[in-house]
């Protein structure tokens, strides 16, 4: 069968105008490249190389399948090299979930955008709660997950890497006197403070973290009035409906009136895993790698 090697040698010997020529510039014998398009005059079953003179010249029929391989071969080239980015995984879409207290930062960005250009792929990014993301690993319905422990879901059906670890703050209105001048506080002493986020019944994350930070300090996060387990909780905060705690990343989202008070103590950190299906494909797990390093 013809192979587009052997078109690309037929149209070299042509604009070189002789096999010698032709056989310097592909880097190949000349008996070899003769062989070559000799297989191709058989399976065309006519000649495409008039021979009777010296210098090389070509038949009617060959100059018909010259200039017609000539026009299509650029597109016939394009259409195998997409073929084959696509068989390496380029121009994929990678889906990627976080949860809605990962915040997409300059630099969390910054690396998105270089995995895409580092892998020639695109990135859908959705806001998922952890628990959902690792139902979505496994479903197949995303390929990476930002997940923040604690959850409930067991972490032991998908592989799963600490991305990054970072203090806790309490967030706080500035209009709140409790807070004012204090550059530092105790858990204990959020006791009286009205929370406005608690945790979920069915959900791990963030408001299950900070429940746990209060619980181990004997008491259960006293609810505010309106209460939210999302990002709208600082707006909550702002509004003077009560306090949170929210990790550090968090400063980049702060409405102007709320501040960041430090929490004292060595059990105030918070961890951000990235997860993956153990079941994954080259592609997701360059990905990963991409994110390790």
Known sequence: MSTLKQFNYLITIVREGSFTAASEKLFIAQSALSRQIKNLEE?????VFDRSEKKIKLTPAGQVLYKSIKTHIVNLKSSISLAQGVGRGEGRI????????IILDHKKLTILDELCHTYSIDIEINTVSSELQIESIL????????????IYHSLDEVDSITLYTAPLYVAASTSNTFFKDKASVSVQELEQQNFVSIPHEERGGLSYLASNLCLNNGFFPRKARIRSRKISQLDLVAHGFGICIVPEEFKAVLPQNVRLISIEGNHNLSEVKLVWNKDADEIIKNCVDFFKD
């Open 43 to 47: 399976e065309l079953e006519f000649e």
């Open 139 to 150: 479903n197949g319905s995303i390929d990476l997950g930002l997940i923040r422990p604690p």
């Open 94 to 101: 990678v889906k990627i979930a976080h949860s809605s207290s």
